[in-house]
Every structure is written in structure tokens, then in C-alpha cells.
């Protein structure tokens, strides 16, 4: 199993440009979400889905939109990036409340907005 | 809504000796979960221990024990004889009933010194 996995590893991007974080799992794991981790911080939720066709906001929604067609894959759009937006990004995945300790994180993306 | 508290921004400790993070949290959810994980300079995130809100007894992995006391509302993370390579970020998170997903606190740098 590949595990989270996430794609890009870094972007750089000018301000009003959009872009799509890709984010994918091979574990058949109900539960998938988006953070976001700014410099010195904790992890911010933005969205996160409980299953395909369903998702829901996070804290930090603004400026960023979700979907969730399969299983696998849950991607996260960027509609017209911000400097605000410089973060690293994680997604996570799990699969039920009944496996706590399965709540695995992909590596992250790195990226600038300037 | 719920919240986490890490109070420690940095900490030092001699190698061999054992280091207390501390971690509050305040929530409403009658069943929780407690998590911490460890962040390497290289960025990902580790998943170290858990506990679950009934969970009669404190969790240990390894090294790694929580010291859950209910009533006081904290999850101290407790590493014993430290290792050089237990120099990272620390989080603390808690887990609700609302989907999987994780609020974090804002984090401990812990730093070993030989």
C-alpha cells in the first residue's frame, strides 16, 4: 500500500492563479480531510469528507473548494490564490471511530503564494 | 467547540533523562480522543500515542505514556530516556465525535542535548 499520497511536493504560485492539490489513498478509508499548517502553528482543518459525495467545511474554508467522487481521491482547489494562503498542506485519512489509531497523514505540500 | 493548549512553546532536556510535554484540551463531547504525533524537521507527521476518553487506564507505547487525568481536562505526554532523535515538533489533538477529524494544539519544540 502506497498509504496518503499527495501531489505536488512544492508549487509556487502568483497571486490569482488556481491550482488543485491532489490527494489520494489506497487503504478504502471512509474519512478524509484537508489541513493546513502555517509556520510555528498546529494544523488547521479546511474541509473534510466522511464519504464519497459528501463533504463539509473545516475552520479554515475560505478560499478553497473540495470534492469527493470516489473513495480514493479527495483534491483541493485553490480558486484565486492569496499570499494568506503560503502554508503547508496536509491530507489525512482514516477509516472509522472504531480504529483511532489509524489517522494517517500524507507528506504534505509546500506552497508559496506570491 | 473543542480546544487544545500547549503551553510549552520550546523545551530542552538532557539525553538519557526523561521530558514531560503538556497538553490541556476543553470540549463538550462526552467520548473524545486524545492524540499526539511528532514532527521531524523533515516535515511529516508521526503518530505516536493515543487514549480514548473511557479508556481506564493510561496508554504507553514504547517510550511514550500519556498521563490522562480526566478531571483536570490534560493529556501530558511523558518520553522516557531521550533520545537525540526525539528532537522535533510535538502535537497534541483531540478527536471528537463530529466525522475523524483532529483539532491541534499549537505545538512543543523539544530539543535533546547530548
Known amino acids: 500500500n502506497a498509504g496518503v499520497t499527495q501531489t505536488p511536493k512544492f508549487q509556487v504560485l502568483k497571486t490569482g492563479q488556481s491550482m488543485t492539490l491532489q490527494c489520494a489513498q489506497d487503504?478504502?478509508?471512509?474519512?478524509m480531510s484537508w489541513y493546513r499548517q502555517d509556520p510555528g502553528m498546529g494544523l488547521r482543518l479546511i474541509h473534510y469528507?466522511?464519504?464519497?459525495?459528501?463533504?463539509d467545511q473545516g475552520e479554515v474554508p475560505n478560499g478553497y473548494n473540495v470534492s469527493r467522487s470516489t473513495t480514493e481521491d479527495f483534491p483541493l482547489r485553490l480558486l484565486s490564490a492569496a499570499p494568506s494562503q503560503t502554508s503547508v498542506y496536509f491530507c489525512?485519512?482514516?477509516?472509522?471511530?472504531?480504529?483511532?489509531?489509524?489517522?494517517?497523514f500524507g507528506p504534505g505540500t509546500r506552497l508559496t503564494v506570491t | 467547540a473543542q480546544k487544545i493548549t500547549q503551553t510549552q512553546p520550546g523545551m530542552f532536556v538532557q539525553e538519557k533523562e526523561a521530558v514531560t510535554l503538556d497538553c490541556t484540551y476543553d470540549?463538550?463531547?462526552?467520548?473524545?480522543?486524545l492524540f499526539w504525533y511528532k514532527q521531524p524537521s523533515s516535515g511529516e507527521m508521526i503518530f505516536l500515542i493515543y487514549?480514548?476518553?473511557?479508556?481506564?487506564q493510561n496508554a504507553t507505547e514504547g517510550r511514550y505514556s500519556l498521563n490522562f487525568q480526566k478531571a483536570r481536562k490534560s493529556a501530558n505526554l511523558v518520553i522516557s530516556a531521550s533520545q537525540l532523535g526525539d528532537s522535533a515538533m510535538y502535537f497534541c489533538?483531540?478527536?471528537?465525535?463530529?466525522?475523524?477529524?483532529?483539532?491541534f494544539g499549537g505545538g512543543t519544540r523539544l530539543m535533546v542535548k547530548p
Open positions: 489533538a483531540m478527536r471528537g465525535t463530529a466525522g475523524n477529524m483532529l483539532t
Open positions: 489525512a485519512s482514516s477509516q472509522s471511530l472504531a480504529a483511532p489509531r489509524e489517522q494517517y
Open positions: 487514549q480514548g476518553s473511557y479508556d481506564q
Open positions: 470540549t463538550s463531547d462526552p467520548s473524545y480522543g
Open positions: 487503504m478504502n478509508h471512509e474519512y
Open positions: 469528507s466522511v464519504g464519497a459525495g459528501i463533504t
